[in-house]
């Protein structure tokens, strides 16, 4: 259940619900509402005699299992990561090659996706490789680079871990911890960073259902971190011709599910290069938050992913028109904007009559 907490509640009501919740043996959480409040989700049920304790406002018998990232828990959540807000209203451009591949090539990069609009820099330095031959990323010297790129460029950084073990490591050298597809239901790697004080960008696995990534989001959030963006980065479907199928409909979607936000990696989600730039407006007109791009100086030798990554040029060309799209759609869900399309529809009499004949 969520027990919604006005701003000026009385801490020993906190504390009256944390032991009722505790002698139950029931899990608990607690995060901040949006609105100056807090929310405490319960794995439980309490009872009702909770809305008597001084600043209680709500109390919600949430059954899904999800329920500190579900829409009810709170108001849209916009995560920061360094001084980038993702969640905020404008699309956030992540950019950057797959891999780390030397510490010049990663400042470069970082400068180029820069200029072109990007505002959070990528690399991977620990990479899940379908083949055990593949390059495995550069460890830690990678991670040296990227930090070195982030000094060079003043953008913040994401980069992927891979073992809970590894989780104190990356976090030192980066702004936002990427659990990627095929980590997404890596139990103890998602309880780890849930208690790091790290944003955390979970990208979908390629065969789980919207159900399952939100529960992915909740182990993170169960354990006390509420800074969680999600990532749509295709799913496997049965045509070979391509890597992936991005799933947009999860985009609208989650967002009626979750005040979480939602971004988009049309990368990975095609495959393919020349289907990158019309996927991230489809992306962006599906209502992203935001866009994952693989880019790189020179794609056919980049050291991992090259057919599905793009050039500093083609990532600008993104960014300014992924705005127009975005600008273009702006208010679009909104009620008055829904009554405005309505009256396309209604037909005056005549028509009616002509269109019946
Ligand atoms: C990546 O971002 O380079 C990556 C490996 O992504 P995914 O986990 O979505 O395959
Ligand atoms: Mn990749």
Same mark, same amino acid.
């Not at 789980?208 to 969680?228: C, R």
């Not at 705005?323 to 209604?346: K, M, N, P, W, Y």
């Given at each position: 259940?969520?027990? @919604?907490?006005?701003?000026?509640?009385?801490?020993?009501?906190?504390?009256?619900?944390?032991?009722? #919740?505790?002698?139950?043996?029931?899990? =608990?959480?607690?995060?901040?509402?949006?609105?100056?409040?807090?929310?405490?989700?319960?794995?439980?049920?309490?009872?009702?005699?909770?809305?008597?304790?001084? %600043?209680?406002?709500?109390?919600?018998? =949430?059954?899904?299992?999800?329920?500190? #990232? *579900?829409?009810?828990?709170?108001? @849209?959540?916009? =995560?920061?990561?360094?001084?980038?807000?993702? $969640?905020?209203?404008?699309?956030?451009?992540?950019?950057?090659?797959?891999?780390?591949? *030397?510490?010049?090539?990663?400042?470069? +990069?970082?400068?180029?996706?820069?200029?072109? %609009?990007?505002? +959070?820099?990528?690399?991977?330095?620990?990479?899940?490789?379908?083949?055990?031959?593949?390059?495995? %990323?550069? %460890? /830690?010297?990678?991670?040296?680079?990227?930090?070195?790129?982030?000094? #060079? *460029?003043?953008?913040?950084?994401?980069?992927?871990?891979?073992?809970?073990?590894?989780?104190?490591?990356?976090?030192?050298? @980066?702004?936002m911890l990427q659990i990627g597809s095929r980590n997404m239901a890596n139990f103890p790697l998602l309880k780890r960073v849930g208690r790091s004080n790290v944003p955390v960008l979970l990208k979908r696995g390629f065969a789980a259902t919207q159900e399952e990534f939100l529960m992915s989001a909740e182990y993170i959030m169960? $354990?006390? !971190?509420?800074?969680?963006?999600?990532?749509?980065?295709?799913?496997?479907?049965?045509?070979?011709?391509?890597?992936?199928?991005?799933?947009?409909?999860?985009?609208?979607?989650?967002?009626?599910?979750?005040?979480?936000?939602?971004?988009?990696?049309? *990368?990975?989600?095609?495959?393919?290069?020349?289907?990158?730039?019309?996927?991230?407006?489809?992306?962006?007109?599906? $209502?992203?938050?935001?866009?994952?791009? &693989?880019?790189?100086?020179?794609?056919? !030798?980049?050291?991992?992913? $090259?057919?599905?990554?793009?050039?500093?040029?083609?990532? #600008?060309?993104?960014?300014?028109?992924?705005?127009?799209?975005?600008?273009?759609?702006?208010?679009?869900?909104?009620?008055? &904007?829904?009554?405005?399309?309505?009256?396309?529809?209604?037909?005056?009499?005549?028509? /009616?009559?002509?269109?019946?004949?």
């Amino acid at each position: 259940m969520l027990i @919604t907490l006005s701003p000026n509640t009385p801490p020993t009501t906190r504390a009256a619900v944390l032991a009722a #919740a505790l002698e139950r043996g029931f899990q =608990v959480q607690s995060m901040d509402n949006g609105r100056g409040g807090s929310v405490i989700g319960v794995a439980g049920s309490l009872g009702h005699d909770l809305l008597e304790l001084p %600043g209680v406002e709500s109390v919600q018998t =949430v059954h899904k299992p999800y329920m500190l #990232a *579900s829409r009810e828990a709170r108001s @849209t959540s916009v =995560v920061m990561v360094g001084d980038v807000a993702i $969640g905020a209203g404008t699309p956030v451009v992540m950019a950057g090659p797959c891999s780390i591949e *030397s510490e010049a090539a990663q400042i470069a +990069i970082a400068l180029d996706v820069k200029r072109a %609009g990007a505002t +959070i820099l990528r690399g991977g330095a620990f990479k899940p490789r379908s083949s055990p031959y593949s390059f495995q %990323g550069m %460890g /830690e010297d990678g991670l040296r680079a990227l930090a070195t790129a982030r000094q #060079a *460029s003043g953008l913040p950084v994401v980069t992927e871990v891979m073992e809970p073990e590894q989780v104190d490591l990356v976090a030192e050298y @980066t702004d936002m911890l990427q659990i990627g597809s095929r980590n997404m239901a890596n139990f103890p790697l998602l309880k780890r960073v849930g208690r790091s004080n790290v944003p955390v960008l979970l990208k979908r696995g390629f065969a789980a259902t919207q159900e399952e990534f939100l529960m992915s989001a909740e182990y993170i959030m169960a $354990g006390g !971190n509420p800074d969680v963006v999600l990532c749509e980065r295709g799913i496997r479907a049965f045509d070979s011709a391509f890597r992936f199928t991005l799933d947009l409909n999860v985009v609208p979607s989650l967002r009626e599910l979750t005040h979480l936000p939602v971004m988009v990696d049309p *990368s990975h989600g095609t495959g393919r290069r020349s289907l990158v730039g019309r996927m991230a407006m489809a992306g962006i007109a599906a $209502g992203a938050d935001g866009l994952m791009l &693989e880019v790189h100086p020179d794609p056919d !030798n980049a050291l991992s992913d $090259g057919y599905q990554t793009i050039t500093p040029d083609e990532l #600008a060309h993104i960014c300014r028109r992924g705005a127009a799209v975005h600008d273009a759609l702006r208010g679009f869900d909104e009620q008055d &904007e829904l009554a405005s399309i309505a009256t396309f529809d209604t037909l005056d009499e005549g028509a /009616e009559v002509a269109l019946s004949a």
